[in-house]
């Protein structure tokens, strides 16, 4: 068996039935007679392959493959490769390379590449021979998935595709370990008097909503999302919730202090931005940090790490905390509050309106990604997230991912809707991806929250240099035409300025049997952020 | 035909009875002010044009025997005996409830003088003291506080319209929730009447009063409030127990505006006159001088539809045409 015939095997072996790419000539002997059963996903820019890629394995829980053109295709993909290493993103990325009989003269598109691709990926490799494809390939699969995940490279030389195979998958690899320390853990929650969980992504991750509610009404106590997570791993309508911490640190202490125990599960601690000054110090409080990251508990600002899976070390201290009865309220106050400032800021569009009604009309399960930039503080309180799954963003603040990211999760999640919330700024870093999602007919609902400009960044200014903003270049974004470059990719869509519009599209697009795109011009008053 | 419009005791009479001839030129009209007047003036009449500061009680009613139509000018037909209108054939019309605004800015006057130490602040510096410590130690702003309203009625409604815009949270409660529309339109959260006294910062009562609602809001709802709440009341009196409404006052509420009392006027040892964080009025919320024009032209409309043999409005005893 060819290595061509091989890797399709050996991607049917692992259930791979979706491959991402752009390619080039490199790339051809790997996508020659492809098998109908694998679907290969054409993104228009690597940035938005790779995009695509991250989206799938997050919400399908498996490594994804992604296939990128060489040195100028991995040049292109190296941001999102970035923000798939923050996410934790298992991709089995391979990338094509000159046959290797001329590499010594430096062809056109040679690069020596696993060195470059190992800045951002998990493991890199450049295989020694045809025969040794199919094993990287293998390995780089179980890299992928190597706590904490992300992306692991493989370098095919065009020859080596032509070349015999040698194809032996082997193993299963669980790396889910069960913390140490627990049963001390559960005995400082009990006698704690003041109690305090924060939840982060890898609850979402492991699919642990359902230990981590039942923790939290058992312990009886209040609960926190952790900032700027890249997922929600508890319902923001519960009433033990108390919404997500702001990523600022004297603020997260000022916030907890209060408690004597904090347990921080599956979540860096913490992701702050930006930087203000003042102490990194905890009172009294003592910070407890169960993670499968062993990144995030290195540089933890807790004071006892535990190593391995959220879920299990959340079902072990379930074992030994006796369940309290929880009072729920008849309605949350929040929600109430929401609807007010919705009616207030009706005639305005303002962002407290529009997200409102978003929220109102979208499916009970309908997944949320989230670049809506200055929006998302709000967005991540007024929109209900009620399970797993349903609420992803790029974790280390890059533009451009959340439309692949979003084509990429409707393809791994067809029975759910998506719904894609962009900053204008923020869309315009991926367009193309609309393109994938039309020629996949996804029935994505994207609403750009069009303020004409990089708000978050004007917010920004005012408050570190108030009064300079008038004089500051490179903010504002006018004169882009969102509905015709939309529509340019046969993505229908339509301009939204006013309520009654918003109220009537948003039915139209839930509707909708193909991806459906509303500008609507929200309110550009700058927000206080900080 | 022949008229006995009773007019309120503060009506410029001249001015008054000017206009009337003038609108109903061609008929007789008897002006009166007390149940005497309007009695005798009863005894030769056709129309009656009521108000509230004097009652038509059955024996006025079957006394009158030329009385066909009593058009009460005010909001509240309860001072006209219904049943004896129905048996005697009189037919009975109200006006729509044009005070719904000057109730609902009453209240938002009440809970503003409320939230600033207001009225305590005028009298102190009257008297000489500056208290800006005691000042800066209670004002407070109305953006973020949740207001429930009790009663989602015509004046409820035009309550929440207009506390929207001061940043409030709003809540309420009815017998009958509004369309998911008009909440969402208004902002308007519906909740249990347990939920509205736990949760609210300010409760306004805007319930109309039926026996069944007799002390609807007693002991129990006044241990419900937060403390440092607000308790308004422009409805009516029997809808509150009075006696729990005075030791909430004294142990846990910030304040109470209250339009209307259990004896109206109250004698001068009424406990509620005694404390310090009570608001009173005399009834007179809806009674501005635009609503009172308001209720007027709605009235005088209404009679002349029954002199021209039109349909009336607002009918509460007999046909409409
Ligand atoms: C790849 C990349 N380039 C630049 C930035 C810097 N950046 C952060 S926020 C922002 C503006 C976002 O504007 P928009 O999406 O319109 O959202 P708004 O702040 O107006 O809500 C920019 C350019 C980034 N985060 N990522």
Aim: aromatic content about 8%; overall charge negative.
């Amino acid at each position: 068996m060819n290595v061509r015939e091989a890797i399709k095997e050996w991607l049917q072996y692992h259930h791979i039935s979706v491959v991402f790419g752009n390619p080039g000539s490199t790339e051809i002997p790997f996508l020659v007679d492809w098998p109908e059963s694998i679907s290969y996903v054409l993104g228009l820019q690597e940035s938005q392959v790779v995009a695509m890629a991250d989206g799938y394995a997050q919400a399908l829980g498996q490594p994804a493959v992604v296939n990128l053109h060489s040195q100028p295709g991995l040049g292109h993909a190296m941001g999102a490769l970035m923000t798939a290493r923050r996410n934790r993103s298992p991709l089995v990325v391979t990338i094509g390379q000159e046959d290797s009989r001329h590499h010594i003269v430096e062809p056109l598109l040679y690069g020596n590449l696993a060195p470059w691709a190992s800045s951002i990926a998990q493991w890199s490799y450049q295989p020694t021979s045809s025969e040794d494809v199919v094993p990287a390939l293998e390995r780089a699969y179980h890299e992928a998935r190597r706590p904490p995940g992300g992306p692991a490279a493989v370098i095919l030389p065009m020859d080596y595709l032509n070349g015999k195979a040698n194809w032996n998958p082997r193993r299963e690899v669980d790396y889910h370990t069960v913390p140490q320390g627990i049963n001390e853990l559960s005995q400082l929650l009990k006698a704690s008097k003041f109690p305090a969980l924060v939840i982060g992504d890898e609850v979402d991750k492991e699919d642990a909503w359902g230990e981590a509610v039942s923790l939290a009404e058992a312990i009886d106590c209040p609960v926190y999302g952790a900032p700027l997570s890249m997922r929600t791993g508890f319902p923001n309508r519960h009433p033990l919730f108390q919404g997500h911490l702001n990523p600022v640190m004297s603020t997260i202490i000022q916030i907890l202090s209060p408690y004597d125990q904090v347990l921080v599960i599956g979540a860096p601690a913490f992701l702050t931005y930006p930087y203000v000054p003042g102490s990194r110090e905890w009172a009294k409080t003592i910070v407890h940090h169960i993670s499968s990251d062993p990144e995030y508990l290195a540089r933890s600002m807790a004071s006892k790490g535990y190593y391995g899976s959220v879920r299990l070390a959340m079902k072990a201290l379930l074992a030994k905390i006796a369940p309290k009865e929880p009072e729920l309220s008849e309605i949350t106050l929040q929600e109430a509050e929401q609807k007010s400032t919705a009616a207030r800021e009706r005639a305005a569009m303002g962002s407290d309106y529009v997200i409102y009604t978003i929220g109102q009309s979208m499916p009970a399960d309908a997944i949320v990604v989230d670049e809506s930039v200055s929006h998302s503080l709000l967005l991540r309180k007024i929109l209900n997230f009620s399970r797993q799954g349903s609420y992803y963003t790029a974790s280390n603040g890059a533009l451009g991912w959340g439309l692949a990211a979003a084509a990429g999760i409707q393809l791994a999640q067809r029975q759910r809707r998506v719904l894609a919330v962009l900053g204008d700024g923020a869309s315009l870093y991926g367009m193309q991806s609309l393109w994938t999602m039309r020629e996949w007919h996804l029935p994505i609902v994207i609403v750009i929250l069009n303020n004409h400009g990089y708000n978050i960044l004007k917010s920004l200014t005012q408050s570190l240099y108030p009064g300079h903003l008038a004089k500051t270049p490179g903010l504002s974004v006018e004169h882009v035409d969102f509905t015709h470059l939309a529509e340019s990719m046969g993505v229908k869509a339509v301009k939204v300025d006013n309520p009654f519009d918003l109220e009537m599209e948003l039915h139209t697009a839930w509707a909708s049997k193909d991806p459906y795109l509303l500008d609507v011009q929200v309110d550009p008053e700058i927000p206080r952020l900080l | 035909m022949n008229f006995t419009v009773v007019l309120p005791p503060s009506s410029r009479v001249g001015e008054q009875a000017g206009l009337l001839q003038q609108l109903f030129a061609g008929h007789h009209i008897d002006l009166a002010f007390t149940h005497a007047e309007q009695a005798k003036a009863l005894e030769s009449t056709d129309v009656l044009v009521s108000t509230a500061f004097v009652p038509v009680t059955r024996e006025d009613i079957f006394c009158a025997s030329r009385l066909r139509f009593i058009q009460v000018a005010g909001v509240g037909v309860d001072h006209v005996d219904l049943e004896a209108a129905r048996e005697k054939g009189v037919i009975v019309a109200g006006v729509a409830g044009s005070n719904a605004q000057s109730v609902a800015e009453h209240v938002i006057m009440s809970t503003f003088a409320l939230l600033r130490p207001l009225i305590l602040s005028h009298h102190d510096l009257k008297e000489g003291k500056w208290n800006l410590p005691g000042w800066m130690g209670q004002a407070q702003e109305l953006a973020g506080k949740t207001f429930g309203i009790y009663g989602m009625g015509r004046i409820g409604q035009e309550l929440a319209k207009r506390l929207l815009p001061f940043g409030v949270t709003l809540l309420y409660h009815d017998l009958r929730p509004l369309s998911p529309e008009e909440e969402r339109l208004w902002g308007l959260s519906f909740v249990s009447k347990d939920v509205l006294f736990k949760a609210s910062d300010i409760i306004s009562v805007h319930l109309p009063f039926t026996p069944d609602l007799y002390h609807v809001i007693g002991p129990q709802e006044f241990l419900a409030m937060k403390d440092g709440s607000i308790f308004i009341n422009t409805a009516r009196a029997e809808l509150v127990d009075e006696d729990a409404l005075i030791s909430a006052l004294q142990t846990k509420l910030l304040g109470a505006a209250i339009d209307v009392l259990n004896s109206e006027p109250p004698s001068a040892e009424d406990p509620l006159l005694k404390l310090p964080n009570v608001l009173l009025t005399p009834h007179g919320a809806g009674v501005t001088i635009q609503a009172q024009n308001r209720i007027a032209q709605d009235a005088i409309q209404n009679v002349l539809r029954f002199l021209d043999n039109r349909p009336v409005d607002n009918v509460y005893v007999g046909e409409s045409s």
